[in-house]
């Protein structure tokens, strides 16, 4: 058993039984107080099934899950106390996370066990419109330094399933996510407003967003930048995303690395959103190394995403342009290179920035793309009064300086790039190889060199 101090607190010895039936979230409760009280430990699951309500660790404190066992979260609301946390981008009140931990320092969640949340309970109770506050996170983090994260597997999370918030050196490595893809908002890892995260080595299947970094909203009560990560090695099943930028950026989001990844089968790839009055910029990302298969658009910069509080005002939508303020985003120096995107139903890629503030310093280089044989039109983009596509090519709209360079697209209808009311764009050693017929390979409209 892997052991990060000699103090072990096995919850056995505290009454806990892994029955599957009995609720143990007093014994583990026992357990962790013992811990906190002489300055940390190992709080020790062993091989059984048990029932639990939420769970608060403390700082200087290892969960350990041993092979064969498993917390299994139970369907009492009363287990799951109303805390202040942050949700959908902004503080308010929501049940507690399955394991939750607040101004905590050196906690880690390792071992071979699993973390059952058993969502469907909430994801009715979701559906049905009958809760007084939004659904528990499996795992969240309020303003923790040092959170390490380490091969466990989690299932059926009720919302969230692993989501940092304003967290410092975050590590999570060999962890394996899985909830049902039509579970509501069951996104695999969130960080939001931290720093210094690194997660790599993942298995990840959901019912949302693989891995969406975040940065709150504009109604957070401060901005706080989400920055300097890493995401490699791993792998992203289904969901809607693979790697995700936003639509919650106020506080800013910069300096990521995505790489070596394998996307299959989630709608979009890699994906920034955003709309007019959240604000925050998306900057200095590198994307490189990434295979996709079965997705509907491999990339999307979206500056008109209209999901969430007033994103159906009518200013978020209209194509004119507005001044620009605190509160216009803007996304510049973005660049994917070596990416492999095959069976691609709606766009190779798209791009649309606003009027007043486009999209800006954009690179694609060594690309891809190979559109699937008879897909049915589907939406790139969450966009109003966006028109489904199929087997589009790159479509550009209000961008600047944006290369692409060394990119092939392959059996698109139409051009393999479209690109319209943008400046300074740049093509070396584009192709458009398709098997059936000659296509005009770039269309421009109000472009200027």
Same mark, same amino acid.
Request: hydrophobic share 35%; net charge negative.
């Given at each position: 058993m892997q052991q990060h101090s000699t103090a072990v607190y096995n919850i056995e010895q505290f009454g806990a039984v892994g029955d599957g039936w009995a609720n143990n979230t007093s014994a583990v409760k026992r357990a962790i107080e013992a811990c906190s009280q002489s300055g940390g430990g190992t709080i020790y699951v062993p091989a059984g099934v048990f029932v639990t309500g939420a769970i608060e660790l403390k700082s200087n404190m290892h969960l350990y899950l041993d092979a064969g066992s498993e917390l299994l979260f139970s369907n009492d609301r009363a287990d799951y106390p109303v805390i202040s946390s942050r949700w959908e981008g902004?503080?308010? +009140?929501?049940?507690?996370?399955?394991?939750?931990?607040?101004?905590?320092?050196?906690?880690?969640?390792?071992?071979?066990?699993?973390?059952?949340?058993?969502?469907?309970?909430?994801?009715?109770?979701?559906?049905?419109?009958?809760?007084?506050?939004?659904?528990?996170?499996?795992?969240?983090? +309020?303003?923790?330094?040092?959170?390490?994260?380490?091969? =466990?597997?989690?299932?059926?999370?009720?919302?969230?399933?692993?989501?940092?918030?304003?967290?410092?050196?975050?590590?999570?490595?060999? =962890?394996?996510?899985?909830?049902?893809?039509?579970?509501?908002?069951?996104?695999?890892?969130?960080?939001?407003?931290?720093?210094? =995260?690194?997660?790599? +080595?993942?298995?990840?299947? =959901?019912?949302?967003?693989?891995?969406?970094?975040?940065?709150?909203?504009?109604?957070?009560?401060?901005?706080?930048?989400?920055?300097?990560?890493?995401?490699?090695?791993?792998?992203?099943?289904?969901?809607?995303?693979?790697?995700?930028?936003g639509s919650e950026m106020s506080g800013d989001i910069r300096n990521v690395v995505v790489s070596n990844c394998i996307f299959e089968g989630t709608d979009r790839g890699i994906r920034f959103k955003s709309r007019r009055g959240r604000g925050g910029t998306i900057e200095n990302i590198r994307v490189s190394n990434i295979v996709m298969n079965n997705v509907i658009c491999p990339f999307i910069l979206n500056l008109y995403y209209y999901h969430g509080p007033r994103g159906l005002d009518p200013y978020v939508s209209d194509k004119s342009t507005q001044p620009v303020t605190a509160l216009t985003p803007r996304f510049r120096h973005i660049h994917f290179s070596n990416i492999t995107a095959t069976n691609v139903t709606a766009a190779a890629g798209f791009i649309y920035g606003l009027p007043e503030m486009p999209v800006e310093d954009i690179t694609f280089s060594h690309i891809r793309v190979a559109m699937k044989s008879g897909a049915e039109p589907d939406l790139p983009a969450m966009m109003m009064d966006l028109e489904p596509m199929k087997q589009r090519g790159f479509f550009c709209s209000h961008a600047e300086d944006v290369l692409f360079e060394h990119v092939t697209v392959q059996q698109q209808d139409g051009p393999a790039f479209e690109i319209m009311n943008s400046k300074n764009i740049i093509m070396e050693h584009c192709r458009s190889k398709e098997t059936a017929k000659d296509e005009l390979l770039v269309q421009m409209t109000n472009v200027i060199s």
């Open positions: 902004a503080s308010r +009140d929501v049940y507690m996370s399955c394991i939750y931990a607040c101004h905590a320092e050196n906690i880690s969640i390792t071992g071979l066990g699993t973390l059952n949340g058993q969502g469907a309970y909430w994801w009715k109770l979701f559906k049905d419109d009958s809760l007084a506050y939004p659904r528990p996170n499996l795992l969240s983090f +309020d303003h923790c330094e040092r959170v390490h994260i380490e091969q =466990v597997k989690m299932i059926d999370s009720p919302s969230w399933t692993v989501h940092p918030n304003d967290c410092d050196n975050v590590t999570i490595s060999a =962890v394996t996510i899985i909830n049902p893809a039509n579970s509501p908002n069951t996104d695999g890892i969130n960080p939001e407003s931290c720093r210094n =995260v690194k997660i790599s +080595d993942c298995s990840i299947d =959901v019912g949302d967003d693989c891995i969406a970094i975040k940065a709150g909203t504009e109604d957070a009560e401060c901005a706080i930048p989400c920055e300097n990560i890493t995401i490699t090695n791993c792998t992203m099943l289904h969901g809607h995303g693979g790697v995700v930028f």
